[in-house]
């Protein structure tokens, strides 16, 4: 059966630490407690919000009138360890940067760069999670997930999922989708898969595509996150956020501004840095004031700096996003999820 609540507020449940009241909340530590929670809640008609590590949500301060559903279940099951590689299913509420670890002392290439990112195993699929020149995309093979609609079990191969840059079909069709687990195929091996991020080949002293130790990327991808504030730590209300608050736009080619990173896509259009426009836009790292800024080590990260509310911070975003706009005519996009409020 599902667990009675263990938190009231939203705020409690985020990265933020933001975020009302929720009119519900049950914990979910395995399958069937899951989908027995958020299909009883279907059945009377309220309204389910599903929370894995809370590091992509902005919830807002009237909370969440509906049950909120906490996915914890776990369990790594490693089916085959053959030539083809480790086949591994993880249990959608398992803490992602703890796989990332076992992945990198059992041998298991291929997310090594995603070292450090917040969260749990269920979500990674819905924004197909990435950094530092990898994406789950490239590991995954299966989604399982209870559908709420067709109120059943379904099976997803990764060439279903419609996964794109911090996007998927889960996050096209919201709720709709409760991931249970995730199954990843990975290459064995000690060298990690070959390194595509420029900052990251500079900190291991490797060219782009060589390759190196997966123990070596970790760590320095760890690292290179710690001096942006990007790995959680209680103490630093540099990390009081949701990462990355606005996603790189992609743009065709003639707008973009005189000096930005241009990044080709593959349908002709380019990929720019959201961090450099708003810092050209006159927005630097800190900007703001003592309740609600700029990360001081990273452009892209608003952060909470103790007392702020979801109103004020929503008004920094806008402000932000605005102020790009008409400097730029660019439309920065939020990246984290907006429960029961808007940009
Ligand atoms: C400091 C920091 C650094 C970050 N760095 C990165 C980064 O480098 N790259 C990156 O891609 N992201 C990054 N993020 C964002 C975030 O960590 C990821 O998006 C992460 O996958 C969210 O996981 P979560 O469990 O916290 O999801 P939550 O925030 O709890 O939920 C996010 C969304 O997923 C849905 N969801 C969660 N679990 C399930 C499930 N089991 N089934 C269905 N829907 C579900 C929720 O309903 C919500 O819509 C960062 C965040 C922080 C705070």
């Known amino acids: 059966m599902p667990e009675p609540p263990t938190a009231t507020t939203l705020a409690e449940l985020t990265t933020l630490r933001l975020g009302g009241p929720a009119a519900e909340l049950v914990e979910a530590h395995d399958e069937t407690s899951l989908v027995e929670a958020v299909g009883s809640a279907d059945e009377r008609g309220t309204p389910v919000l599903i929370v894995g590590g809370g590091s992509n949500l902005v919830v807002a301060d009237e909370g969440y009138d509906g049950r909120v559903v906490v996915v914890r279940n776990t369990g790594l099951s490693n089916e085959s360890d053959l030539c083809g590689g480790a086949f591994v299913e993880i249990g959608a509420g398992e803490t992602w940067d703890d796989v990332v670890a076992t992945a990198v002392d059992r041998g298991w290439i291929g997310i090594e760069a995603l070292s450090g990112i917040p969260g749990t195993v269920g979500a990674t699929p819905i924004q197909n999670v990435g950094a530092y020149g990898q994406e789950i995309s490239q590991t995954l093979a299966r989604v399982r997930t209870w559908d709420r609609k067709l ?175 008409q400097r730029f005519g660019i439309t920065l996009v939020n990246e984290p999820v907006l429960v029961n409020c808007a940009l």
């Not at 279903?160 to 989708?177: A, M, N, V, W």
């Not at 900052?199 to 290179?224: C, F, H, S, Y």
């Open 151 to 325: 109120r059943g079990f379904r099976t997803f191969a990764a060439s279903e999922c419609s996964f794109g840059y911090r996007t998927s079909r889960f996050k096209q069709d919201p709720g709709r989708q409760v991931v249970v687990s995730v199954t990843f195929q990975f290459p064995l091996g000690d060298l990690g898969a070959p390194v595509r991020y420029a900052e990251l080949a500079n900190a291991l002293g490797v060219q782009v595509g060589e390759r190196a130790p997966a123990r070596d990327v970790r760590e320095a991808v760890l690292d290179l996150r710690r001096s942006k504030a990007m790995v959680l730590d209680a103490e630093d209300h540099d990390t009081w956020s949701t990462g990355s608050f606005f996603t790189n736009p992609i743009v065709p080619a003639g707008q973009l501004p005189d000096g930005a990173p241009a990044w080709p896509q593959d349908d002709g259009l380019v990929k720019t840095s959201a961090a450099w426009l708003i810092d050209r836009a006159g927005f630097t790292k800190g900007y703001g004031n003592d309740r609600v800024r700029l990360s001081s080590r990273h452009t892209l990260a608003i952060t909470n700096r103790g007392s702020a509310t979801t109103s004020e911070l929503l008004d920094l975003a806008r402000e932000i996003r605005d102020g790009v706009d």
